[in-house]
């Protein structure tokens, strides 16, 4: 059964995850409350060292003007714009050090998707 077994890891960007990440500040007190960074180090490691391929589903990067003719914008579309969070290139839309996919162990950037709040 573990040839078709995977690990899925949703969203490890450093505008969430890293302290000069852009939305890092909404999210500290949930990333220091359960030690987020720390756990998602050891379950890939872990991960890696079962042989488990990490599937990395990420939402969609900011790009300039993406949302110029939108009518209906969520919150978190607003935000992402007026923020420029998760811009396509920046540092912010990197995935965290140490989470890094590793093509050798069969890890995959999966799709892009995008967010719905």
Known sequence: MQEKTAVLLIDP???????????YPRV???IDATDTVNNLQK??????SNKLPILYCQHKLYEE??????????KSHFS???SKAFLAGSFGAEILKGLEPDRSNGDAIVSRHWNSR
Not at 13 to 23: A, E, I, Q, Y
């Open 13 to 23: 960007l450093n505008d969430f995850l890293h302290p000069d990440g852009k939305v």
């Open 28 to 30: 500290k007190e949930s």
């Open 43 to 48: 379950f890939v490691k872990v991960a890696r």
């Open 65 to 74: 003007g993406q949302f110029e003719h939108w009518n209906h914008m969520s």
């Open 80 to 82: 992402i714009e007026q």
